[in-house]
């Protein structure tokens, strides 16, 4: 057998596995090994004991070190190729053209800097290329995307804004502001961003709102524990939903507006059925293990990734609008979630709470922000790997996340060459993300 080990080396690891072997009450064996290797006292003393007692120790956990550094290289090098790979001219004129498989990159396509307070909140408007941003000092500003301008500061709340949400009726665009001091404010683009209403009703700050698909109704998230379904038009709370035992972080509707998601400090993931005239908890789901901070439902484009994620033979009609389900947490984890309750998937990969998520419109991605300062976007389609990251995207934690709506074309077109009419609506997709942080900074990405 041919020698690894120098002379020298090999007398530097017979002296520190005698020393561990003594150090760790095993005189006889040390003993044993000593008069085989023929180390007597004048070779091998209480000093040189001493001195050479935890070097093995220090060298395995060193080895341990190296090699968790080496798995971490490896895998950063994967990661590096499978972008080169796909960084091709070819690749990159296809992606350019190809808005389903459009990614943000830095940098940034616009920073706008002009709140005084943390950023909490970013919503886009449905139509204009319109965002609003809400911050911890209860101030909204109103922006231009595409110009990158400021266009309006909205005051009237009294505490931090934690959210905001552009939806209503058929017709008329509201946006909906909700914040600490207890109260949602609902303001009119068309008239100067106006405030028409106030709901109040909540007995603690109100963490979350959004518009149902409808338009007419408002559902809110509070740190009372509870969900309230407001009407838009008289500002009346319909419906009060009890179940959760802490603050209640989100709130999410479903694209149909028959279901609600919601989650927050007490660990739990939450779907309610609010189409009949009380609120039935039909799941809740366990898993994280700290709060969650947000929840989402994925569109209907996602659901042949999804699918194969969660082992199905073939994936739900897109017709079905609340299948699956996508919620991150403080734990650093993102889990997905099929419409039994069950957990599908665990996204591992962030260092730090995780503040948002958004599916691409295309489907075939799930991007995430948390607060160690990265934006991820995760392929659904190669078993949930991070295939995307942009480390270091605001000098602080990243609070929220929003993709533009899509553009819904010719949704009620008429019958040409001998179609049916009302067919399938042609859908736009806007290639632009938005970023908010704690650095009081809002960033624009698009293509």
């Given at each position: ?136 000092g209860s101030t909204i500003k109103i922006w ?55 709901l109040s009703g909540h007995d603690h700050t ?242």
């Amino acid at each position: 057998m041919s020698r690894i080990l120098s002379s020298r080396q090999a007398e530097e690891l017979h002296k520190s596995i005698i020393a561990y072997l003594s150090a760790n009450s095993l005189p006889n064996t040390a003993a044993v090994l000593r008069t085989e290797l023929g180390l007597g006292e004048d070779v091998f003393d209480a000093t040189t004991a001493t001195k050479y007692e935890t070097l093995l120790e220090k060298k395995w956990t060193s080895v341990i070190r190296l090699q968790k550094k080496i798995m971490d290289l490896e895998s950063r090098i994967t990661r590096l190729q499978s972008e080169l790979d796909n960084a091709t001219p070819s690749s990159l004129s296809r992606r350019n053209q190809d808005p389903t498989s459009w990614l943000p990159s830095k940098p940034s396509r616009y920073t706008l800097e002009s709140h005084q307070y943390e950023i909490s909140c970013v919503a886009f408007h449905p139509v204009y290329s319109t965002i609003a941003s809400g911050d911890q000092g209860s101030t909204i500003k109103i922006w231009d995307w595409e110009l990158g301008e400021l266009e309006k500061t909205i005051k009237g709340h009294t505490e931090a804004i934690t959210g905001v949400d552009f939806g209503g009726p058929k017709g008329h665009i509201l946006l909906a502001s909700c914040s600490s001091d207890m109260t949602i404010k609902l303001w009119d683009p068309a008239d100067g961003y106006k405030n028409t209403r106030t709901l109040s009703g909540h007995d603690h700050t109100i963490s979350a709102v959004s518009f149902m698909p409808s338009g007419n109704m408002l559902v809110s998230a509070s740190r009372d524990a509870t969900l309230r379904i407001w009407d838009v038009t008289t500002g009346y709370c319909v419906k009060t939903i009890r179940g959760h035992s802490g603050w209640v972080r989100d709130v999410c509707p479903s694209p149909d507006g028959s279901l609600v998601l919601s989650t927050g400090d007490d660990q739990t993931v939450r779907l309610w059925n609010i189409s009949g005239s009380q609120s039935e908890n039909k799941l809740t789901m366990f898993g994280h293990e700290n709060f969650i901070d947000c929840c989402i439902f994925a569109p209907p484009s996602s659901y042949q990734y999804l699918a194969s994620l969660a082992g199905l033979q073939k994936p739900p009609p897109t017709s079905s609008t609340s299948e699956f389900m996508a919620t991150g947490s403080r734990d650093k984890t993102i889990k997905l979630w099929d419409k039994r309750g069950i957990c599908f998937k665990t996204l591992v990969g962030h260092d730090n709470w995780v503040r948002a998520l958004v599916f691409h419109p295309g489907g075939k991605y799930l991007l995430s922000v948390a607060d160690d300062k990265a934006l991820r976007c995760w392929d659904l389609s190669q078993d949930g790997k991070c295939v995307k990251e942009l480390p270091k995207l605001h000098d602080h934690f990243v609070s929220c996340l929003k993709w533009a709506p899509v553009i819904v074309k010719d949704k009620d077109r008429p019958s040409t060459n001998g179609e049916a009419g009302g067919g399938p609506p042609e859908v736009q997709i806007r290639c632009v993300v938005a970023t908010g942080s704690v650095d009081k900074k809002l960033k624009i990405f698009s293509r």
